[in-house]
């Protein structure tokens, strides 16, 4: 696990999107697993600057989302599929056979959850995934249990995580309680990971992630044992360690 601390959000963001900018000029064709809600926001805005600015080209390179809520079409404005579409693919001009995203709606969330894992098999697996880290200390939508999941499956989502999201809804809208999300197993077989946490809240999360044991009821500490994680935070979420 290799931990970079830089002094605030924006420098950390920018530190991923070189990561990633890289993994694509590396390897045009790359598989990507992307990741939604706040922390990707500046990384996605640095990425697009420099598509825009001809210094990356993503139209060979494939990508698969992390998690969708059950229940969220894909133009729910809730929808990780629309957070997506309006935050990233439609400012890189990315076809629809680029993107892979869950299907909130599907009617057998088991069998879309293992197709999702044999599609990202068929394409090779993923070459890189960026992570954000919840409060809890989830990666995607796994949250703190008593053993660490394995492939893509459908979440129940604890209470907190519905709190921490409930700032995205409308008001008097409800929180879907339960996604459909990759599994640690799935996760852990990128070649490589890039965690960005930001912020104050993040830091007892940090700390039990890099400096605890691997314990899943902090589901981020697995990413000790991975051959190729960079944890990329700022001062704030680096307080405690």
Partial sequence: MNVRVYPNGDLASIAAAVLIAGQVVDN???VLGLATGSTPLPIYRELIAMAHRGVLDFQNVTTYNLDEYAGLGPD???SYRRFMQENLFSHLQMRPEQIHIPNGLAEDPDAECRA???AIAAAGGL???LLGLGSNGHIGF???APHFTTNSYCVRLSEQTRRDN???FAEGEQVPTHALTMGIASIMQARRIVLVATGPNKAQAVKRMVDGPVDPMV???ILQMHRHAT???DADAAALL
């Fill in 28 to 30: 045009p064709r790359s």
């Fill in 76 to 78: 729910h404005p809730c």
């Fill in 116 to 118: 999702y894992d044999a």
């Fill in 127 to 129: 070459d890189l995934q």
């Fill in 142 to 144: 796994n949250e703190p």
């Fill in 166 to 168: 409930r700032r995205f």
């Fill in 219 to 221: 589901p981020a500490s």
């Fill in 231 to 233: 944890i990329l935070l």
